[in-house]
């Protein structure tokens, strides 16, 4: 079989669904975090429910070669993760990766979307320079946010959780105000206008009313939680206190909550998150109908930083901030 292919670059169809899972075997084996990818009914269903929207490269033979998508994680999601980039290791090399993300650009703008963000690893530039190359812009690290995982033809480590970089994409202007302690004001404003989001930003010391409204989901596969808040009550710190407590008879690695920074009390309740240990991931624009989300994150165990490999400096600089968030408030 020669790799010297012009693929068509699609969107997805039902009836692609078991080469797609074979597709996914082929680059990864049974190491895919994103478990809906080898299971067919779930695939189906979560197309079918427009949470998923993906665009595959098929081969002249018939089979496929390539997948991403963006992905939404609730109906209340507004922008979303793109990712699930696969191409078979047969077919590398051949810019196929960069056509099935204009292709998923296009898709964006139909969807009329203000923007979207994605998580690219770190043990090579590759998937960070086709974001780059699009106009997407950094705004953090998850350090070890997920086990290290096998990709055929690629440099792989072994020894050490993977990280991510993140990024965000803006489609259109965007205008809010977000609520974030003093001390990461500078930071921010300065990201701002590299992320071409317009923001206005304020300090509050500022409670939040009623009762804290969060969801926590575990994954013992990957040793990770993910706290979502959705409102910001006056009992937050106790409540986040508590389920950390929980969490700690799990033996988990890595701890992720998405605060929601459109709100007041956000200034206030990320001073307290960072007396808990938690610190600055990513900022993710736009993530809600409601606003702007902030993910901070905790660790419970080492990560080797000097395995991340940034494609440019503004990567290198963001890592730098987030590493000395962590060294300030994370290693308590």
Avoid at 74 to 96: C, L, Q, W, Y
Avoid at 228 to 255: C, M, P, R, Y
Avoid at 316 to 323: A, N, Q, S
Wanted: hydrophobic letters at 40%; aromatic letters at 8%; proline letters at 4%.
């Amino acid at each position: 079989m020669t790799n010297d292919i012009t693929p068509e670059i699609r969107r997805l169809k039902i009836a692609d669904i078991p080469q797609l899972i074979e597709c996914v075997k082929r680059c990864y084996g049974d190491s895919y975090p994103f478990h809906e990818m080898y299971d067919p009914v779930a695939l189906q269903k979560i197309v079918d429910d427009k949470l998923m929207h993906s665009v595959v490269a098929q081969h002249p033979d018939g089979h496929l070669i390539g997948h991403c998508a963006l992905t939404f994680d609730s109906a209340s999601n507004t922008a979303p993760e793109a990712g699930k980039m696969i191409v078979d290791p047969d077919f590398r090399g051949h810019h196929i990766a960069e056509a099935m993300a204009k292709k998923r650009i296009e898709i964006a703008k139909e969807l009329d979307l203000v923007g979207f963000w994605t998580d690219c690893v770190t043990n090579h530039p590759y998937s960070q320079d086709e974001m780059i190359a699009f106009g997407a812009q950094e705004t953090g690290v998850l350090l070890g946010a997920a086990p290290s995982r096998e990709m055929a033809g690629l440099q792989n480590f072994t020894d050490t959780r993977m990280s991510f970089l993140s990024c965000y994409l803006s489609l259109k202007e965007s205008v809010s105000t977000i609520y974030l302690p003093q001390n990461h004001i500078d930071f921010v404003s300065d990201l701002a206008k590299k992320i071409h989001v317009d923001r206005t930003i304020n300090v509050s010391s500022a409670l939040g009313s009623g009762q804290s409204e969060y969801s926590v989901a575990v994954n013992p596969a990957t040793q990770t939680a993910n706290i979502k808040v959705q409102h910001i009550g006056k009992d937050f710190a106790l409540a986040i206190s508590s389920e950390l407590t929980k969490l700690e008879l799990q033996n988990l690695a890595f701890t992720m909550l998405n605060l929601p920074i459109s709100q007041e009390a956000a200034a206030l309740a990320f001073s307290q998150l960072e007396d808990m240990g938690f610190f600055w991931g990513a900022w993710l624009p736009n993530y809600s109908a409601q606003g702007d989300v902030l993910r901070l994150q905790k660790l419970h165990e080492s990560v080797n930083v000097d395995e991340i490999i940034c494609a440019r400096a503004q990567g290198e600089d963001i890592k730098k901030y987030v590493i000395s968030e962590w060294n300030r408030v994370g290693k308590k």
